[in-house]
């Protein structure tokens, strides 16, 4: 099974890095979004899946999966969350400021 | 720590002093406080004597950086005496001028003064240093402090022009340098100076010595400004004269010199060594001179000649170091004579041009002009700086009764002996010096009967000339009185401070007991030394008499082909190319950007997967997988590829939305029951917000990228997606170490907590999680700015 998901992690990969590369913000905020989907389960995967109860210690179970990736994975949930929040308002703002979406006509002026 | 330690380190600890000096104690002028260190470390380095008559060099060491042999080590032989007591004296010297050359009220004198002490550091620590790599942060710390001087009027353009031309080519040759010394410490497997010389066999006989010879000297070259990278020094004039007095006359140019003295026990006797110094410095000495003519500053004048002159003493020690070459033993004694030459004139020319330099910047102080053209007549009316310049002027020419003249013979026995030892050809050599010396002789009557005889014209002078302070002419004079005793008791200098110099410049030439023969004579008979002399005191005056005719063919030389072009046209040239191949891959594209970390992805960490092979997939320990995961897991893959093809704003984000819900699925299967709440939890919110903003981001367009563009994106994608996936695969299948998570299972006893997750959240790694709560706070802060930010300046555009 970690081989089958480790695969569907890189589909997601796969998919989120070619929306990155689009010109449209809101493709830009959904590739990232895929992308750390993409992340969680990968790391999940490399772990071993399935080893056990869950690590509840009311479960007195014989063996427990291991809590440390969960924790990892909880952390980054939270963290690419507010990461989404923040891009989608500031693609909203960007829009409202600059009247356009595509990343490619919002390069930034010579200096020189 | 040593007290010669504390000797290099303390310009460098004063400076911090400075500053303070300027800003409180504004009505003493800071030069004043700053003269201390100068004179209390010729005191101490005069105070050196008597350890030098006895050949035993002070070696002095501080562990630095031992496991890349680089110790701070500092060596105190007559060399390196010779050296500080110059740095030093002349320090002191140009530091009095200074007082009252720089005005207490209108220039920036910290900054004057700070940059002086450290360039009086690190030339200190140039010549004490016996690690090469210690030498070479010290050598690069000059190039800096003359880069500040250069451009310390950094209000002039001609100023920072200078500054940046002398910066670039130093440090060009600092570096070219350093590779040499590299080179040399692979060789020799240290980078102690000492120790390489003891090793000496072991260096000739290996395949890198020609390479490190020619970096080594193309370091020395560019600091003492040989042809053709002189032309950094005419630019440098820019500085405060005290600066081009001391710097650019007196030290600094003298570090290349110094660097070639110093390792000529190990390059030295070596047919290259001797070929590529002795023709360079020739042909520097020559052109120098020639070029010293046409002048019309008085300072390019002085710099001009500063090059020829640092070229004569070049030639003199690639003359010099033939007293190596066992082929030539038995003219020993003339190559020797030929190194003192060349460490007496090195002596000489920092008293009479340091002399030169600084009445010069009385001149220019006095008359407001520094050009030839609006001067003369001045003899009546500054009588003292007339002398002086005969002093200099005629000492520079090689005249009797000055030092000049002492060692003007020297180094024409030099050239001599060697076209009476080598081919025949060589006879070129003291042709080349005959006639560079005229040329000498030539400028340094401009410089003396232009500016103080023929006619007075005060119409052109901004100032009314009369005599300068007393100040500004101690220095001056103390240095032309030298210039005079050394003529009339050469022996003075000659037993105490040279011949320590030529032992350590060859350590291993003499057998115990002996001693190099330095009695230096002012009359030796009529030889043909002394007719040259003769020859050229002649033909000179008739060539000045006649300078105007003939001066016209400086005036056909194309101005294209000269070096100065040649520098801006590569200039310009470089900063052109640099800025073209700079924007060609920053262009402002976040497309581009991406595409570079994500290719830099691929190529290096799946290059190195691939190298390493690191690859291995082994299913053993795997879990099964029943047939509702892999629908399931399909179902998330699917809709993944799905996003891609996507049109319309709306299906796009259901899309995400839906493949989040099936990872929170997936979640519980993991085992995750935390994840998989808080997964649900956000993946709803994200969605909400997804929606709140789709109403106001405008419709999906498809996307007009060319079809190339498309298919590279698709390539990167994929590239990326499966170098991750490979990695993840190889690492599920070979777990190095033991997991930890076993002691997580005490976690009731450990915290309290029965959820081992949640355990090691707020407690194991509690600051993790209340950073990742300010990450999340910062973040809604952003979120509710960038809502309220109503472009409140809006008008003002």
């Known amino acids: 099974m970690e081989i089958v998901m480790t695969i569907i992690a890189g589909t997601l990969f796969t998919s989120g890095v070619y929306l990155i590369l689009s010109k449209t913000l809101l493709r830009i905020i959904l590739g990232l979004s895929l992308f750390t989907h993409g992340v969680h389960i990968m790391l999940m995967s490399i772990n071993g899946l399935k080893k056990g109860a869950a690590p509840l210690l009311d479960e007195q179970a014989a063996s427990y999966t291991d809590p440390v990736p969960q924790a990892l994975i909880l952390t980054s949930i939270v963290i690419s969350f507010s990461l989404t929040a923040f891009s989608l308002v500031l693609a909203y703002r960007t829009y409202r400021e600059h009247g356009t979406d595509n990343i490619e006509k919002l390069r930034g002026q010579d200096h020189e | ?797």
């Open chain 2, 1 to 797: 720590m040593s007290l010669l330690h504390v000797a290099v380190l303390l310009p460098f600890l004063y400076t911090i002093l400075v500053p303070f000096f300027f800003k409180k104690i504004a009505r003493v002028h800071t030069g004043w406080f700053v003269i201390v260190v100068p004179l209390l470390l010729f005191v101490y380095f005069l105070s050196q004597f008597p350890i030098q008559n006895s050949q035993a060099p002070i070696v002095r060491s501080v562990p630095w950086i031992p496991s890349a042999g680089i110790d701070f080590t500092l060596h105190l032989d007559g060399l390196s005496l010779l050296f500080t007591l110059i740095i030093t004296g002349i320090g002191c010297l140009v530091v009095l001028y200074s007082i009252y050359y720089m005005s207490m009220k209108r220039e920036a004198l910290h900054n004057f003064y700070v940059y002086l002490l450290l360039f009086m550091g690190a030339m200190l620590g140039v010549v004490l240093s016996d690690n090469l790599m210690v030498l070479y942060v010290f050598w690069e710390t000059t190039s800096v402090s003359s880069f500040l001087l250069i451009a310390y009027w950094y209000q002039r353009k001609n100023s920072r022009y200078g500054a940046q031309k002398a910066m670039l080519i130093t440090v060009f040759g600092g570096f070219a340098m350093l590779l040499g010394f590299l080179m040399l410490g692979s060789m020799a497997g240290t980078f102690s100076i000492r120790e390489i010389i003891g090793m000496r066999d072991v260096v000739t006989s290996h395949s890198l010595f020609i390479p490190a010879m020619l970096l080594v000297l193309l370091g020395a070259f560019t600091k003492s400004a040989q042809f053709p990278f002189h032309i950094w020094l005419p630019d440098a004039m820019e500085a405060p004269t005290p600066i081009s007095s001391y710097l650019h006359s007196a030290t600094m140019v003298k570090a290349g010199v110094y660097l070639v003295a110093r390792v000529t026990p190990i390059f030295g006797g070596d047919m290259n060594w001797f070929w590529i110094i002795t023709i360079g410095g020739t042909v520097t000495l020559f052109w120098g001179a020639f070029m010293a003519i046409r002048q019309t500053d008085l300072k390019a004048l002085l710099a001009y000649s500063t090059i020829s002159q640092l070229g004569l003493i070049m030639s003199l020690l690639g003359i010099g170091s033939l007293a190596l070459n066992p082929s030539y033993s038995a003219q020993i004694d003339l190559f020797t004579g030929a190194m003192l030459a060349a460490i007496f004139h090195l002596f000489n020319h920092s008293i009479f041009k340091g002399c030169l330099f600084m009445v010069v910047g009385i001149l220019d102080h006095e008359t407001g002009t520094r050009d030839i053209r609006k001067l003369g007549g001045l003899m009546s009316l500054m009588p003292v700086s007339f002398t002086l310049t005969v002093i200099g002027g005629l000492s520079m020419a090689g005249l009797p009764p000055f030092s000049g003249f002492l060692s003007k013979e020297m180094f024409f026995t030099g050239v001599l002996s060697v076209s009476r030892t080598l081919d025949q050809w060589t006879v070129l050599l003291p042709i080349a010096a005959w006639i560079a010396s005229i040329f000498t002789f030539v400028y340094s009557m401009i410089l003396v009967f232009k500016t103080f005889t023929g006619n007075y014209h005060p119409d052109r002078l901004d100032k009314k000339p009369h005599e300068a302070p007393l100040g500004m002419l101690i220095s001056p004079v103390i240095l032309a009185s030298l210039v005079v005793l050394v003529f009339f008791f050469p022996n003075l200098v000659s037993y105490s401070l040279l011949e320590p110099t030529l032992h350590s410049v060859f350590p291993n030439l003499l057998g115990p007991g002996e001693s190099f023969s330095v009695k230096i004579k002012a009359w030796h008979g009529l030889n043909l030394e002394l007719f040259m002399t003769i020859g050229i005191v002649i033909i000179g005056t008739l060539l000045f008499r006649t300078f105007k005719k003939w001066m016209d063919i400086y005036y056909n030389l194309p101005r294209k082909l000269t070096l100065n072009s040649f520098y801006d046209r590569g200039l310009a040239g470089a900063e052109n190319l640099s800025s073209r191949i700079t924007s060609f891959y920053m262009n402002g594209s976040l497309h581009s950007y991406l595409s570079y970390m994500f290719g830099f992805l691929i190529f290096v960490v799946g290059g190195a997967f691939v190298l390493q092979g690191a690859f291995g997939a082994n299913p053993a320990g795997a879990s099964p997988i029943t047939l509702y995961e892999y629908i399931l897991a399909a179902s998330i893959a699917v809709l993944a590829g799905f996003v891609i093809f996507v049109q319309t704003r709306l299906t796009a984000i259901i899309a995400v939305g839906a493949v989040g819900y099936l990872v929170s699925l997936m979640l519980v299967i993991f085992r995750a029951p935390d994840l998989a709440l808080t997964q649900l939890v956000v993946e709803t919110i994200t969605t909400a917000l997804f929606l709140l903003c789709f109403y106001f981001l405008p419709k999906l367009k498809s996307e007009t990228v060319r079809i190339r563009l498309r298919l590279v994106n698709l390539l990167i994608s994929i590239g990326v997606g499966t170098v991750l996936t490979l990695i993840g695969i190889s690492a599920h299948s070979s777990s190095q170490f033991k997991p930890i998570a076993t002691y997580f299972e005490d976690a009731y006893k450990l915290t309290g907590a029965k959820n081992m997750v949640n355990a090691i959240l707020v407690d194991f790694r509690a600051f993790d999680t209340m950073l990742e709560s300010v990450v999340l706070f910062t973040a809604g802060i952003g979120v509710y700015t960038l809502i309220k930010l109503r472009k409140s300046r809006r008008g003002s555009r």
